[in-house]
Each structure stands twice: as C-alpha cells, then as structure tokens.
C-alpha cells in the first residue's frame, strides 16, 4: 500500500474509522487553551485522527484543518502502508539499511503538479492571509509543524529534507517584551535551524553558505505524502537523500517538480510550498515553545528566512500539531524513526540486538536476544550502551537515558524494564556516566547556551543484563505464569467472569 499524498491517506483513515471530522466550534487563535486540551482529550480518552471543520479566531476558515493524524504507534505505521508497529519498525530499519531497496525521485512536469495549482510571487506575498496560523496553550507565535524543508549542500549540492518547524510572526508575542521588525510578519519566519553543534543538516547548510557570503536557498513542503514526513524524520547519514529513502519506504519514486524561484525541488503533492532564502546574520528571537519533553522553551534565537514565493493545492488543508507532556500527536512519527535508524546501525554491527525501544520521553531500552551465559562476553551490556551513543543518525548521540535489557523483559512495559533494573542491576557497577554527551535540544534539565537551547548533557547507560559471568555463575530462576496457562484459565474463567 503506498499513499500519493496525505489525502489518500487521510481518507484511508476514515474508511478505517480511524478520523472523524468534527464541526464543534473550537478556538485557535493566540492565547487560546482549546486546541491543546483537545490534544489531551484525544492521548486520554478517544485516540482517533479529526478533521477541524469550524475554527475561531481563524486567519483561513476555508483551510480545513488535519489534527492527531499520527497519534498511534498503528497510525505511525499506516504512513508506509503497515499496520502492525513492530512491522513498520523492521521494514523502516531494513530499506534504511539496504540502499538498493531505495528509489530515486522522479521530476514531473509543473503542469501535472497540484502543488503549483496556485502561485503567488514575491509582490503578493502576505503570510498572515495566506498561510493559517493557529495557536497552542501559551505559545507566543504561531509554529508551522507541517513543514519538510528542504535544502542543498552549498559545496556538494547534496540535498537534505528535514521535518524542521519554522515560527511565524504575525500577531506573535515577542518572549522577550521587543517587536519584530516592521513588515515581516507578512513575509518573514524563523527557522529551527542548528548549527553550533549541527543538531540538524539545515543548519550545516546554512553555516557553509555563510563562509562563501550567502543566504542559502530553502523550500518547505507543507502536508506530503505521509511516508515523506516519516524520511525527513530519519536521520540519515550526511549527504543521503531523504527523497530517495522515502522511495523506498512507500515502494515507489517520490514525484517531485521544481521550485519557481529556487533551485530546488519539493514533493509535487504537498499541500503548500514556501520557496525562500534562509540569513545566517539576520535572527529572530521567538516563544514560548512548548517541546516535546513538555516543557515550554522560553526562547530560542533562530535565523530568518524570507519569502520570496508561495504555491499550494486547490482547496488546500493544513496539518497543526502541538508538542506537550507526551504522548501527543506526532510523538510515534517522531520516535519510529529514532527507533529504526539505531536499530539499523547496531544490528549491522551487533547480531544480538532484537529491538529498540524509544518511549515518549526519549529514554532508549534496546533488548537483546542473548542473557546470561549466553551473552558473547562479559560486560556485553556495557558495550551495547557505548554502541547506542555511537551509531549513526541524528540522534542515538543525544539519548540520555539507556536501558540494556535481555530477552525476557517486554520493552513496550515499563513495568517489566522497571522489574529488570531492580532485580538486575547494582547501581554503582551496572552504570556508565557520561558527563559530556551531546543534549537533545528539547532537555530542561541540561545548561542553555546564549542561542535558548542546551548543547551539552549528562549521559547515562544501565546494563540490566543478567550478571552471568560478570558475577555470578548462574543466576535465580524466574517465577512468572506460563502465557498458555494464563490463557488457559482466562478461557475457564470467561464464562464465569462475564468477559
């Protein structure tokens, strides 16, 4: 099954009764606490996809609004066509790891593009009437959360397609009590853009164009085919073609077409393009935003980019989304991939690892097919965590909390890892301390630097592994119910139970 954009799959959802669309009166304007409860209400009580219908405050009430889409770790897999988690996982780590599985994007002609159905030049431009803004909680500007940007490599031209959230300015609270400079509302927004450290390859890109004294172009895709978001959520190693990936995540070529005033391309599907040049020198300050540890990051200092050119489809939609205490809704497109590349790397290099698990609050549990005796060598728990920190990708660098867990631990149960840790590990000789990792920029807890956001963290691994032979020679037998026992009582007790 392969989705040609986020329509199709939208309406799989619903077929599956999986998205309902919803025409209750609802409030998305700033300062607004609707649509944030909603999210909670949905992670709490009725995960399902909606399609917002009658919104308040609106700055497009033509523009329907895409809410939750991606708030299962099944509706996760349903981007690439796989139901079942563990599935989608394992198909994402083996085409990741297999680049003959890839398929090279395909450039279409910009007439067969719905993209490019309507464009609006440079002159035209006004982004507070043209693209919808809608507001969280206490965040002080609106977020495009939406957003696959793309961008070449100054040097190389290798391209990058990173799932990047930019800010927009229009009616947006300044965090630090100043103001915007005056029209940029109307063509401006800030990019999450890294580069000291390179936390993501836009920023690298931004930082080379910077030493040969220019802006570098950018593109962002607004809603594509869901299977895109999910590549652009991977991080590959630098210089790879998310496109290409995306290729074979969804079994065939990513259709693309080129920008009108950049040099570059965008999935011909998406819902709305924003073609502009992104300024090393020239930065906004922008928040409160609330993160995906949950937390609301009070500032970031982030570069601007202009807009030289809008494109979107006929009859466009728009996917908004918060990040908040997890779970939310894009937090399983977000931890797949994390799950996926890390599970790629370390099985390329260690037969043993089975599974990884990343939970919502980014703590890493990677399971093990061999315990005890039958583990390679002493300390192997121990070299499982220095691999996790070193594999490739974006972001195994920055875990700060990982478990190392045998066969017989579940971890999808936090209770069972629990279980492991208590009954497994001595706290002083079963951890590893890393006091200088790389932090994963949403942390709280790790020192800000001047820019808003932490570089820096402390690091932990817990080896809870069975200590055969690292301490004894053989360890207590588990006492736990065997699963058809359990099953069968539960078919005695049904009838009796009333189940």
């Known amino acids: 099954m392969q989705f040609k954009d986020m329509r199709e799959y939208l309406a799989f959802l619903e077929e599956d009764g999986q998205l309902q669309r919803l025409d209750v009166p609802l409030r998305c304007g700033r300062d607004n606490r609707d ?118 490599d100054p040097e190389t031209g290798k391209r990058n397609v990173g799932w990047y959230r930019t800010a927009l300015l229009w009616n947006a609270y300044h965090p630090q009590g100043g103001s915007y400079p005056e029209g940029y509302d109307k063509n401006h927004m800030a990019v999450y853009a890294y580069w000291n450290p390179p936390m993501n390859q836009i920023g690298n890109h931004l930082f080379k164009a910077s030493q040969q004294s220019k802006p570098l172009e950018v593109a962002f895709a607004c809603s594509c085919d869901p299977a895109i978001h999910l590549a652009a959520a991977t991080g590959l190693p630098y210089g790879e073609d998310e496109f290409a990936f995306a290729g074979g995540l969804r079994g065939a070529p990513v259709e693309l077409v080129k920008c009108e005033t950049v040099d570059l391309e965008v999935p011909a599907t998406a819902e709305y393009v924003l073609e502009g040049e992104l300024f090393f020198a020239e930065e906004a300050t922008v928040g409160w935003h609330s993160n995906v540890a949950g937390y609301y990051d009070r500032f970031h200092t982030i570069p601007l980019m202009k807009i030289n050119c809008i494109t979107h489809r006929r009859n466009p939609m728009w996917h908004a989304t918060i990040e908040m205490v997890p779970p939310f809704d894009h937090n399983y497109i977000g931890m797949l991939p994390v799950e996926g590349e890390v599970l790629s790397d370390l099985q390329q290099k260690i037969p043993e690892v089975q599974d990884i698990v990343v939970t919502p609050s980014m703590m890493y549990i990677v399971q093990l097919s061999v315990d005890g005796a039958r583990k390679p060598h002493p300390e192997f728990g121990k070299y499982v965590l220095h691999a996790v920190w070193g594999a490739a990708g974006r972001w195994a660098r920055t875990a700060k909390l990982v478990v190392v867990v045998g066969p017989d631990v579940d971890p999808y149960d936090l209770n069972s890892v629990e279980w492991a840790i208590m009954t497994r590990v001595q706290p002083v000789s079963d951890t590893l301390m890393n006091p200088a990792g790389q932090a994963f920029v949403d942390d709280p807890s790790a020192p800000i630097t001047a820019a808003g956001f932490p570089a820096v963290s402390e690091q932990m691994g817990i080896d809870a592994t069975i200590k055969v032979p690292e301490r004894f020679t053989e360890y207590r037998e588990v006492s736990q119910a065997d699963p058809e026992d359990v099953a069968r009582i539960a078919k005695l007790l049904r009838p009796i139970l009333g189940e």
Not at 77 to 99: S, V
């Open 35 to 152: 649509l944030q409860a909603l999210m909670r209400y949905l992670h709490n009580e009725k995960n399902i996809a909606l399609i917002l219908d009658n919104l308040e405050d609106y700055n497009t009430p033509d523009v329907p609004l895409i809410f939750n889409p991606f708030g299962t770790r099944e509706r996760t897999g349903l981007t690439i066509g796989i139901r079942d988690p563990l599935e989608a996982k394992a198909t994402h780590a083996r085409i990741l790891g297999d680049r003959a599985s890839w398929h090279e994007p395909r450039l279409i002609d910009p007439a067969a593009a719905p993209c490019r159905d309507v464009i609006i030049r440079e002159a035209d431009v006004s982004l507070d009437k043209q693209i919808p803004h809608v507001w969280f909680g206490k965040e002080g500007p609106a977020y495009i959360t939406n957003g696959v940007g793309i961008s070449k």
